[in-house]
């Protein structure tokens, strides 16, 4: 006699996700929620990724966004400061540390980062980002 469970007739029940894949959902979902301008619940999106991946400089770089995003801004430039830690050549890194020094009030630093941001991968808005800052500079007799 042939058993009618799913097995014997070929069927496989879907497998829970494992952690890593609940990780890169939790990732994908905080990395949206930044785009969405949801900083705050970007960061508990992405609080399970931080536990289990902190070195990761993805994983740093979307929390240095969230973080810049809702104004923690020495949050922001120590995750920031991880990912070129890594990858010195991060040019988005830079810029986004560019813009939480600026914010920081901290302009001449602010205006080293984004000239190396723009060096590394000349665009509009690193442009932008360096025109303010050097006319904040000016306007301070810096």
């Known amino acids: ?36 301008r949801r900083p705050l619940d970007a960061l508990q999106a992405l609080q399970p990724v931080l536990e289990a991946e902190a070195d ?8 240095g966004r969230a973080y810049f995003h809702s104004a923690q801004l020495r ?35 602010a205006l080293g980062q984004l000239r190396m941001a723009s060096a590394m991968h000349p665009q509009p808005e690193y442009q932008d980002a360096i025109g303010e800052v050097s006319a904040r500079l000016a306007l301070h007799g810096t």
């Open 1 to 36: 006699m042939e058993s009618t469970s799913g097995r014997a007739l070929g069927l496989v029940r879907p497998a829970a996700p494992d952690a890593g894949e609940a990780r890169v959902h939790a990732f994908r979902q905080a990395e949206a929620l930044v785009k969405r």
């Open 75 to 109: 949050r922001a430039e120590h995750a920031l400061g991880r990912v070129l830690e890594h990858d010195p050549s991060d040019h988005y890194a830079r810029f986004v540390l560019g813009k939480t020094l600026q914010r920081l009030g901290r302009l001449a630093e």
């Open 56 to 63: 990761k400089p993805s994983v740093q770089l979307l929390a």
